[in-house]
């Protein structure tokens, strides 16, 4: 047995290190999990990683990314909101699906309800790309090319009732035309998909971004307000003739009934996190804009969302019958 | 198979109650899977896969059933025989009884207790190790667990551990 | 030429002396977690995450690598030693290794593990820094329809694996997708099959039912032998391969190597798909296929290798797209977003100095595990010979535990036992647990993606077989189930089924 002990031994010693960090008694007095609801990979996780990273410093006690991808980002949410103790050692990334879904199909949580909403952080860009070996080189030849085919071409988003899926089908009502949608589990899978032609296009955020620059894929739009600094020669949605910004902002949030106090340190710790220049700097390399909101106001944001949401998808005919 | 020449419908046939085990979960399997919805081929709903996957399982447990009815197959008395069957039975009531345990009372207050059980029952190992064995090994690991590890194991009612 | 520059001013990273420190503590690390069950390479990497970053971004990623490598080889010791596979790529590993114990050779059959994996792993590390740049391509040739169609040969190639017969792998691998498919829907968000229970809407956990249906079913068919004091014999001959060990393992080795090099680089599943794939070409080339469940060297020698060259390959599409095929690989990428680089096919041409020192490191680190493992042999063998009375309590301790750390959930501790106990009656009545577990792995990805294929040509069945990767899948698979019905193939089947029905 002696080989075992000297074993579990060194596990520990490894343990301690990590432990040494810690000290004070108080919440956090062990390692956090942070749910990210999308694949390994993709822009929503590495930023978060860097996120949770400077967090965890400011916490004292590590902070594990748990990738429980599916759902369009909402299966990570669902499970922690169903099975998770509010004790601030399980949370998770919210993305606008959250809200979304449960206004398009049965769902097993309530936004309203079922979260402690902890700090609103920050906002993606979209975009749509293709193959650099496709024939479509601008948007327009995609128009072009679906109103001949209706329903061939093929876009994959991270999700059904995600924002890259309810914008597309509202740039397709308003062309005129029928694209098929097919859901992945997110950026690491579009990416995928996209470069070998599986799917025509691809509809992300800006985890396409190093495959762009390496000239592997071909950015048709991006889904932003402004044209973005780094590719100043994609036109916007705005300049295409769809009068839409989609950004998708997000923020973290517990199971119900978290502790105040223990929100209010995860708040802070993430708002500080939130200005740390390396987080910065990582959200810049995604071309993503902190957009800080703190506890009360994400919570009203919430109400204004989803009855935005609620708009634009019964206009679309996809509310839940 | 070796006992071909006397096939006969029996009923301790283990073979033909495997069979139909298989069949009852694939029956269930298909139900869910239309409960779910199918969806159509163009767009698969969450049904789909369970309902396909539930008529393979019928398919194959049929096959099983057909084949002990028509080759016959080894009865259960066979399949315990010269077997200490009591043994694995003791230890699965002794980790039922764990499993009911360890919520109340605790990962300590229920695994040296266990350990216990498992050391004496089966093949009685002497009480001078059985207890030393007993003690320390869940103790070890639990204090390694808790205190190095961070890793809190269920400490129960007692709030022992 | 310029490969080999590169591969010097590799080493040149590799061997600093820091970095060979962080090398080593990464690969120690990683056989620690490998060795016990639970406490696989993602948590004990997401724990350690924060200690890589002190250094540079080099020695971070090294000792992460480290981890990575050295759990791969620790999986196969729990799976030899006690049946109880520490991940999904080790279950087929208990097959054969863990009857190689119960006769006495356990030593061989851990020593032909860390060869195998040694050599497998340079093999990779080799072709890696050959041709990563041009293999990109495969990692995305496979879509949606190619996946299906592999998972739909993975599955087949299962039923390989069993000694019984046809029928009851195939309704054991269909019971493996069905669980695997419990929980939310990974397209819909709906959940499935989870009796309103809050605890399975993230579905069952692979530990508890691995642990269940390898670990605890095996100590209750053991318990229940007629006084056999010794069930894993203590008469242990040798404690190294022998010479004719060699000689039958070499080609297993080989074919191992290739077979999961080229599986590695899809992302998902390669590493387990390789591992049983590489057993059942094994069992087939075999000129005694009814060796194999009965410790048969091959059947250990071939599925190690497998795996390791498949950790090597995995590295590919990472280095050369930024797509991790996995979550440890994601959390590599993470430490190198961490460090403030950009993951992608501009990574090595911009930081060759990280790719090719990573690369360096690896090599450095499969001779440290050969060197670390090897003497931990004898150390682990004679843990077998404590008497099973006193053994087998500690496997169940072990195991409730491993259970628990990899969940923090009691309710996954039930999940074991419940399948521990129906583990047990399923090997009385002959059915067999292997292909349930890798049907588990395998189901969700199945069901995914015949999804996705079916949304992607709008319903037409046609585009698995006019897609051509998928049509040679489909084609060895159809090829594989009807074999048993042609005569000449029937005999071999039957052969192997003899112990059946007795």
């Known amino acids: ?33 942070l749910i990210v609801p999308w694949p390994a990979g993709g822009s929503t996780d590495l930023t978060m990683r860097a996120i949770a990273e400077s967090a965890s410093k400011i916490l004292g006690q590590p902070i594990a990314i ?69 024939p479509f ?7 072009d090319f679906a109103k001949q085919n209706p329903g061939k071409v093929t876009y994959a988003t991270p999700g059904t009732g995600t ?7 509202q740039i397709a009502t308003m062309a005129g035309v029928k694209l098929t949608q097919v859901p992945f589990k997110g950026g690491a899978e579009t990416n995928a998909a996209v470069l070998g032609q599986h799917t025509m296009l691809q509809a992300d955020s800006t985890g396409w971004r190093p495959l762009v620059d390496a000239g592997k894929l071909r950015l048709l739009m991006v889904w932003t307000g402004t044209r973005s600094p780094n590719f100043p020669d994609v036109p916007t949605l705005k300049e295409l003739g769809y009068p839409m910004v989609y950004d998708s902002p997000f923020g973290i949030a517990g199971p119900k009934g978290m502790d105040p106090k223990i929100v209010a340190k995860l708040h802070d710790a993430f708002k500080k996190a939130l200005e740390d220049p390396a987080v910065v700097a990582t959200l810049a390399k995604y071309d993503m804009v902190p957009n800080y909101k703190n506890t009360e106001d994400y919570k009203k944001f919430v109400v204004e969302v989803t009855e935005s949401e609620r708009k634009v998808i019964d206009s679309l005919g996809l509310a839940k019958k | 198979m070796s006992n071909d020449s006397n096939v006969k419908f029996r009923l301790d046939n283990s073979e033909l109650w495997g069979g139909l085990i298989g069949l009852a979960l694939g029956g269930f399997v298909i139900w869910h899977g239309i409960k779910l919805k199918l969806g159509t081929i163009h767009e698969p709903g969450s049904g789909f896969v369970l309902f396909y996957v539930g008529i393979l399982m019928s398919l194959f447990a049929v096959s099983i059933i057909i084949a002990s009815l028509t080759e016959g197959g080894p009865t259960f008395g066979s399949r315990w025989e010269n077997t200490r069957w009591t043994k694995p039975l003791l230890i699965i009531a002794c980790l039922t009884a764990f499993s009911f345990s360890l919520d109340t009372f605790g990962f300590p207050l229920s695994s040296i207790p266990l350990m216990v059980l498992l050391l004496r029952l089966i093949d009685p ?13 869940p103790l070890g690991m639990w204090w390694v667990l808790k205190r190095l590890l961070l890793i ?10 | 030429m310029d490969t080999l520059i590169n591969v010097a001013h590799g080493f040149g990273v590799a061997l600093l002396p820091i970095n060979l420190l962080y090398c080593f503590i990464g690969v120690f690390i990683g056989t620690l977690v490998g060795v016990l069950p639970g406490i696989g390479p993602i948590s004990a990497m997401s724990l350690l995450l924060p200690v890589t970053l002190s250094g540079t971004p080099e020695s971070g990623i090294i000792m992460m690598a480290g981890i990575y490598y050295g759990s791969m080889y620790g999986g196969s010791t729990t799976s030899i030693l006690v049946n109880i596979p520490g991940e999904a790529a080790s279950v087929v590993t208990c097959i054969d290794g863990h009857q190689m114990a119960k006769q006495g050779r356990a030593g061989p059959a851990l020593g032909i593990s860390a060869f195998g994996s040694f050599i497998a792993g340079t093999f990779a590390l080799i072709a890696l820094m050959l041709v990563a740049p041009s293999l990109a391509s495969v990692a995305i040739a496979f879509g949606p329809a190619e996946y299906f169609s592999l998972m739909a040969l993975g599955l087949v190639v299962l039923t390989f694996l069993t000694q019984g017969s046809m029928a009851k792998a195939l309704l054991m691998a269909c019971i493996g997708i069905v669980l695997g498919l419990i929980g939310l829907d990974s397209i819909t968000a709906q959940p499935r099959l989870t009796f309103g229970r809050i605890e399975l809407i993230d579905g069952i956990g692979l530990v508890p039912v691995v642990m269940g249906l390898f670990g605890v079913a095996e100590v209750l068919l ?51 798909i390789s591992s049983f794939a590489s057993y059942a070409l094994e069992k087939r080339l075999s000129k005694t296929p009814e060796r194999f469940g009965h410790g048969a060297i091959e059947g250990v020698a071939g599925p190690e290798s497998a795996n390791n060259a498949a950790a090597g390959g995995a590295f590919i599409p990472l280095m050369t797209l930024g797509i991790p095929p996995n979550v440890v690989m994601a959390l590599l990428l993470g430490a190198f977003v961490i460090h403030g680089l950009q993951p992608g096919p501009l990574l090595i041409t911009q930081n060759p100095g990280l790719f090719w020192g990573i690369v360096a490191s690896m090599y450095i680190g499969n001779v440290m595990l050969l060197v670390l493992n090897l003497p931990m042999i004898g150390m682990w063998v004679q843990l077998l010979k404590l008497p099973y009375n006193i053994l087998f309590p500690l496997i169940i301790l072990f195991t409730i535990l491993g259970v628990y750390c990899s969940s923090n959930n009691v309710f996954d501790v039930y999940v074991m036992i419940a399948f521990g106990i129906i583990g047990y009656f399923m090997r009385k009545l002959g059915y067999e647990p292997a292909p349930l577990v890798l049907a588990f792995v395998l189901g969700p990805m199945l069901e995914n993606n015949l999804r996705k294929s079916l949304i992607l040509s ?13 049509a040679v899948c489909l084609a060895l698979a159809v090829l594989l189930l009807v074999g048993p019905l042609l005569p000449s193939l029937r005999k071999k089947r039957e052969l192997v089924a003899l112990d059946e029905g007795a």
């Open chain 1, 163 to 169: 924002s890259l899926h309810i914008g597309m089908e």
């Open chain 2, 125 to 137: 190992v002497r009480w001078s190790l059985t207890i030393p064995i007993a003690v320390l090994a």
């Open chain 3, 458 to 470: 709008q319903g037409d069945l046609t585009t698995f077989v006019t897609r051509p990767i998928s």
């Open chain 3, 222 to 272: 053991n318990t229940e032998q007629v006084i056999k004091r010794d069930i894993i014999n203590a008469r242990i001959t040798q404690l190294l391969p022998s010479k004719a060990d060699w000689k039958a393992s070499a080609g297993p080795i080989g074919r191992g190597t290739v077979l999961g090099f080229f599986l590695g680089i899809l992302p998902g599943g390669g590493a387990v």
């Open chain 1, 1 to 33: 047995m002696s080989s075992r002990n000297r074993l579990m031994f060194a596990v520990a010693a490894v343990g301690m290190l990590i432990s040494a960090a810690a000290g004070a008694q108080e919440y956090p007095t062990k390692p956090i999990t």
């Open chain 1, 66 to 134: 748990d990738n429980k991808a599916g759902g369009g980002g909402t299966v990570g949410p669902a499970t922690m909101a169903a099975a998770s103790k509010p004790d601030g050692y399980t949370i998770a990334q919210l993305p606008i699906t959250v809200f979304r879904l449960p206004l398009m199909q049965e769902v097993s949580w309530d936004p309203s309800k079922d979260f402690s909403y902890i700090v609103h952080l920050t906002g993606y860009t979209f975009g749509v790309t293709t193959s650099a070996e496709s």
């Open chain 2, 152 to 161: 809190q194991l269920p400490s129960g009612i007692f709030e022992i551990g």
């Open chain 1, 137 to 143: 080189k601008t948007w327009k030849d995609v128009i």
